[in-house]
């Protein structure tokens, strides 16, 4: 029984295999999505978020975390006009915002939410920037509601002066995400 247990699981496990063409798979066995990011990038994923970066001269980075939505306001104020889950991401992201203001020095928001797709469901992005260390940092942030459960969070953080560069490697990595299915359903 054991064994059928665990050929099960490894039938639904992905392998670098299976990555798309130049890029690895970053995330763990831990998590229930797939996060592929370029080859030439270090992953330093650890309990149940997903993290990558560029390279030690380049910081550019990407994370991708789960948080269990405990706050019912999420899904109030429905907007008729658009799907409920892009209005579930900008109710999340309305409350994430005003914690993220009072954390980043220069918090400075740039565009968003902005309906977008994230492995075909309904998702927002947002764009922001500030300051750390004496650096100017520009981030891009996808918020998915998963099954009125589950907030994903894809972050996308570059200096300034490489977010243009970086942030098609980050539309990339965006496009190549997969939800697992079956699993913490």
Known sequence: ????VLAAFSSCAKT????PANM?????AAVDYYLYV?????????????????????SSNVSCARYALTNEAVFENVNEDEKAEITYAKNYWTDYVSQLGSVLPGFNMLAGPTPVVLDGRAAVKCTYSATLSQKNYKYDMVICIKDRLYAYILTFTAEEANYEADSAIFEKITAE???????FE
């Open 177 to 183: 995400f997969r939800f697992q299915t079956g699993r």
């Open 1 to 4: 029984m054991l064994a059928a």
């Open 24 to 28: 690895k798979l970053a995330s763990v």
């Open 38 to 58: 370029p080859d030439s990038w270090i992953i330093c994923s650890q309990d149940g978020i997903t993290a990558a970066y560029a390279s030690v001269i380049d």
């Open 16 to 19: 670098e295999l299976d990555a």
